[in-house]
Nanobody, 126 residues
Framework: QLQLVQSGGGLVQPGGSLTLPCAASGFPLDKYYAVNWFRQAPGREREEVACIARADGVIYYADFVKGRFIISRDAEKNMVYLQMSSLTPAGTALYYC??????????????????WGQGVQVTVSS
């Protein structure tokens, strides 16, 4: 069974950092062109945060996380990570990883993705 398994998440103070892992289970992550991170805050649509491509080095960041978040992948461990720093309360949301063959562009809506992690809650609060 193909699964993306997420861990991490939790409560972090404003200005703090957190790293979210996403592990592929039952398949190599390289099976898909890219892995994306999305987030969904209460009452809001799911929005793309970042994307990393399989081999050509393409990386996309949403404007609201540029300079603060880093997406990376470890092919040996079959994992993708989202390193988040300088977090603000606006970053409070459920965070999801997703795999697809879509190019990293920031223009593919969440509804087009079929393989998702289970989501983890990130709460930024003092």
């Amino acid at each position: 069974q193909l699964q993306l398994v997420q861990s991490g998440g939790g409560l972090v103070q404003p200005g703090g950092s957190l790293t979210l892992p996403c592990a592929a289970s039952g398949f190599p992550l390289d099976k898909y062109y890219a892995v994306n991170w999305f987030r969904q805050a209460p009452g809001r649509e799911r929005e793309e945060v970042a994307c990393i491509a399989r081999a050509d080095g393409v990386i996309y960041y949403a404007d609201f996380v540029k300079g603060r978040f880093i997406i990376s992948r470890d092919a040996e461990k079959n994992m993708v990570y989202l390193q988040m720093s300088s977090l603000t309360p606006a970053g409070t949301a459920l965070y999801y990883c997703a795999a697809s063959d879509y190019y990293c562009s920031g223009y593919v809506p969440a509804s087009e993705f079929n393989l998702w992690g289970q989501g983890v809650q990130v709460t930024v609060s003092s």
